[in-house]
Structure formats: structure tokens, C-alpha cells
């Protein structure tokens, strides 16, 4: 089982703004990073560190943490953001590293 | 810019020994990043297998710890990753991956590879 939990599916009307969330123990202590897979494909990091885009990642993808709960958030949702989304972080002992379960977000 | 690469059999008997390599290019595997490899079984999630540094310092994932040994070839720049007693629940894609040099998220995947444990 994932130390780090997430919400199975999401949707978010086109230009709306969601939020996905990743909640865990580790949290307290690491930052979480976030991925996102479209089919067929292999993960793309969009978000890490504190809150952090890779180059080539829109402003539209922000993280941010509070307690236990990281969240991704995305501002103005396009169709192209229609994927699975995936937390990680170290877990609470620092020395393995741990996904979340995923969120399938649908864009409407 | 970095590239991996996975590479290995596509089909491996049940209780045999899964063995694939990451050729790493556009940069050196003796860099101050982590390497990781991480799976997917169909229609899964992703799963953390474990992680290298160059030194050969590793950290494994407890629940498949007993199985699995990673690698690096420094002067082949890749990785390597074995997995004995395989049964089909290990059927999966395997991807290569580069852990950021903060050492906790990763930012480099390879493109992944398919392995079936069938007979």
C-alpha cells in the first residue's frame, strides 16, 4: 500500500482551475514532487522542490503544502492537461522514495 | 541533455531472472544525481524499485529488497537492474529514471520497456 494517498479521479471544466491533492505522514517533512502520464507515455515531472517547473512546463502548474496535504494546482485547465497525476516524496524514514496512488483528471 | 535509454528481454520466465540496462547518454553517470528505476504494471500506478549513486550506494524498495540488485557500469555510463524469482506479477514497464541532484524527485525518464513473465 502507497504511504501516500491520493484521489482516484478528478474532473475540471475547460479554463476552470483544480486541485489535486497527495496527503501523507512524509509530507511534513518532504517536499512533494508531482508527474504527469498521458497513455502511452512515460512521466513528466511538472512540479518539485517547494514549488518548482521544470523548463518547458506551464505557469499554469503550481504546487504548494500545508501539514501533511501537498496539492497541485492547475489554473485554467486545458484539454492537453486530460492525464493521470502522480505524487512522490521520500518516505519518513528519507531513505526509500514513495509514489501516490494517481488522480485521472478529466477535463470536460 | 541526458538521455536514457532501457534495453533488455521483452519476456522472462516465471522464476527467472528479469535483467535489463539503461544506457545513459548526454551526460555521465558519475554526476551528483541519483539513478532510479520504477515499474508499472498494466493499467497500475507506478512503483519505486530502487535507487544508485555512482559510488554504488544503493537504497531498494522494502517490498521487493530481497529480489532486486542494481548496478552501474561507469565505464559503459548505465545502470543495470536484476530481478530473480520473477512470477507475473512483475510483468510491468520498466523505466530508467534520474533523481534530481536534491535527490527527491525525478526529473529524467527513460522512454520505459515492456517485460511480460509468462512461460
Known amino acids: 500500500s502507497s504511504e501516500l494517498t491520493q484521489d482516484p479521479a478528478v474532473s475540471v471544466a475547460l479554463g476552470q482551475t483544480v486541485r489535486i491533492t497527495c496527503q501523507g505522514d512524509?509530507?511534513?517533512?518532504?517536499?512533494a514532487s508531482w508527474y504527469q502520464q498521458k497513455p502511452g507515455q512515460a512521466p513528466t515531472l511538472v512540479i518539485y522542490?517547494?514549488?518548482y517547473r521544470p523548463s518547458g512546463i506551464p505557469d499554469r502548474f503550481a504546487g504548494s503544502s500545508s501539514g501533511n496535504t501537498a496539492s497541485l494546482t492547475i489554473t485554467g485547465a486545458q484539454a492537453e492537461d486530460e492525464a493521470d497525476y502522480y505524487c512522490?516524496?521520500?518516505?519518513?524514514?528519507?531513505?526509500?522514495?514513495?509514489f501516490g496512488g494517481g488522480t485521472k483528471l478529466t477535463v470536460l | 541533455q541526458v538521455q536514457l535509454q532501457e534495453s533488455g528481454p521483452g519476456l522472462v520466465k516465471p522464476s527467472g531472472t528479469l535483467s535489463l540496462t539503461c544506457a545513459v547518454s548526454?551526460?555521465?553517470?558519475?554526476?551528483?544525481?541519483?539513478w532510479s528505476w520504477v515499474r508499472q504494471s498494466p493499467g497500475k500506478g507506478l512503483e519505486w524499485i530502487g535507487e544508485?549513486?555512482?559510488?554504488?550506494?544503493?537504497n531498494y524498495n522494502p517490498s521487493l529488497k530481497s529480489r532486486v540488485t542494481l548496478s552501474v557500469d561507469k565505464s559503459k555510463n548505465r545502470l543495470s537492474l536484476k530481478m530473480s524469482s520473477v512470477t507475473a506479477a512483475d510483468t510491468a514497464v520498466y523505466f530508467c529514471?534520474?533523481?534530481?541532484?536534491?535527490?527527491?524527485?525525478?526529473?529524467?525518464w527513460g522512454q520505459g520497456t515492456m517485460v511480460t513473465v509468462s512461460s
Open positions: 529514471v534520474r533523481i534530481t541532484a536534491a535527490g527527491d524527485a525525478f526529473d529524467i
Open positions: 548526454g551526460g555521465s553517470i558519475n554526476s551528483s544525481n541519483w
Open positions: 544508485i549513486f555512482h559510488s554504488g550506494s544503493t
Open positions: 512524509s509530507l511534513r517533512s518532504y517536499s
Open positions: 522542490g517547494k514549488n
Open positions: 512522490n516524496s521520500r518516505d519518513s524514514s528519507g531513505s526509500h522514495l514513495v
